[in-house]
């Protein structure tokens, strides 16, 4: 992360565009990690390296580019809904996610429903990710989908869900628009939701 940082300043410093940095070099770069992963070239310790790093690269190169004018692709709240304290798969696709332009807010771990409808009134929000590791956390991934359903009754914000005993089968069952097995699918997921494909 202190490298991505430092080369990242030191880009800025040899005034290479700042758009051009995201759009040609880090977007591309976590493409292709997420490439290695889904090939099992790549694992999870260095998708977590990856998207550090690319936090770091994005805390330098974040406010030139908002200087400039420059819009992000999505907005996306994400977090770990109530009952639940994981927050490495959480933490690993709303790094990713970032990677990929999109702004995102970050509620942590144990998030109540109500949390999540506030998020999404407080500002225009396009995605919603929630995680559950925990079996008995379930139940609450689906009152949270069922919160922001009666919060957004047009089905504007859409909602992904994830984690260890998430399955397409349950995300169905609740209603969620789409569920990401693992962080690099949430990504192509995003993009797909943004683009009108879900």
Known sequence: MDLARTLTEQALAEDVDPL?????????AMDEMGRRF??????VPELLLAARAMKGAMEVVGPPLAEAGREPVG???VGTV????HDIGK???GSMLEGAGFEVRDLGVNVPPEQ?????KKEPVHIVG?????TTTMMAMKATVQAIREADPGGEVKVMVGGAPITQKF????GADGYGVNAVEAVALAREVLAGGR
């Open 116 to 120: 999540f409808v506030a998020a999404v």
């Open 130 to 134: 929630l995680s559950a590791l925990l």
């Open 82 to 85: 109530q009952g639940d304290l």
């Open 38 to 43: 889904d090939c099992s070239e790549a694992f």
């Open 75 to 77: 907005r996306a709240v």
């Open 20 to 28: 051009a940095l995201v759009d040609e070099q880090m977007v591309p």
């Open 91 to 93: 933490n690993l696709v």
């Open 171 to 174: 995300a169905d069952q609740i």
